[in-house]
């Protein structure tokens, strides 16, 4: 499997924003044959932007995991 045929390291570094608290979020997924990485920036002078970003990383991760084969043939094909 290429999982097991590839190494990856990954690390997050964010900027802090402009409050005390970073909103920034970010998350992946290494399957047998494929992988993603996802970052969303959360808008700090927004109420609700940290859990806005885990929302949205958390969102494409899941479409990726349940749809990843589909997804990647048809991108594949194009």
Known sequence: MRKDEAKFITE????AGTKAENSDYFGYILL???AIWAVADGFDEE?????AARIAVESVI???YATSHDLIMTLLRK
């Open 12 to 15: 997050f570094l964010s900027e």
């Open 32 to 34: 047998d044959n494929y």
């Open 47 to 51: 109420d609700g932007a940290k859990v």
């Open 62 to 64: 899941e479409y990726f």
